[in-house]
């Protein structure tokens, strides 16, 4: 496609239940990131893919987050047992080299909200 | 935690007015971008500058790269109403593939 496009846009997950995140990169786009984005603050990175594998998932809070892209193009994010401190906004971003130089086109973002 | 630090946190500046915002760090990276991110949207990239001392224009945005390559700022002149929104600086380690993005700087300009 044109852009990075994240589903849904918005979830709302009552505490305790699972949820997965939807990024479609950009077509042929090597690297893909996850990062998580509180309410009027910078990215945290997340993790990494290149291609397939996950290079890097030193960012996830803890052993409730997993992040898959088995195909080396679509990526999901699938949180288990929501928490309140999860609620943020979860951006997904490709870039079309390995090395980190030239930038990331981003997805719009899913807006989760636990209540 | 983040390892850039912006400046200022909030900027509410009146149309015509020029601004300049900082981004600062004690580590150095190998290029530095700036995004501009408005609500509900994903950042957008405005730059990337690679080499220390670097200076790019992008219109009314003038972007600069720090000598040691662990700062940059943005200046904005005359600004307009379309330039609000969330700017933040990423910084990329050397050899690496991520991006440590900046605390951010919110800024909003009143017609």
């Known amino acids: 496609g044109a852009g990075v496009s994240q589903s849904p846009r918005y979830k709302v997950a009552k505490r305790g239940q699972d949820v997965a995140l939807r990024c479609d990169p950009i077509?042929?786009?090597?690297?893909l990131f996850w990062y998580q984005q509180a309410l009027g603050q910078g990215p945290e990175f997340l993790t990494y893919?290149?291609?397939?594998?996950?290079?890097?998932k030193s960012g996830l809070p803890s052993d409730r987050f997993f992040a898959e892209r088995p195909e080396g193009s679509v990526s999901t994010l699938k949180i288990q047992r929501t928490q309140q401190e999860d609620s943020a906004v979860y951006l997904c971003a490709s870039s079309p080299l390995a090395l980190g130089d030239y930038g990331y086109t981003f997805g719009s973002g899913t807006r989760l909200t636990v209540v | 935690t983040q390892l850039l630090e912006q400046s200022p946190q909030f900027l509410s500046i009146q149309e015509g007015e020029n601004l300049t915002v900082y981004c600062n760090s004690s580590s150095v990276f190998s290029s530095l971008q700036w995004y501009r991110q408005e609500p509900g949207e994903g950042p957008v990239l405005l730059v990337t500058v690679v080499t220390g001392g670097e200076v790019k224009k992008l219109k009314r945005l003038t972007f600069q790269f720090g000598d040691a390559r662990k700062d940059s700022s943005l200046h904005i002149t005359a600004a307009q109403p379309g330039d609000t929104g969330l700017y933040l600086c990423?910084?990329?380690?050397?050899?690496?593939?991520?991006?440590?993005f900046g605390t951010g700087t919110r800024l909003k300009v009143l017609a």
């Open positions: 893919f290149q291609n397939e594998a996950q290079l890097d």
């Open positions: 077509s042929g786009h090597v690297s």
């Open positions: 990423a910084g990329a380690i050397s050899g690496t593939y991520k991006y440590i």
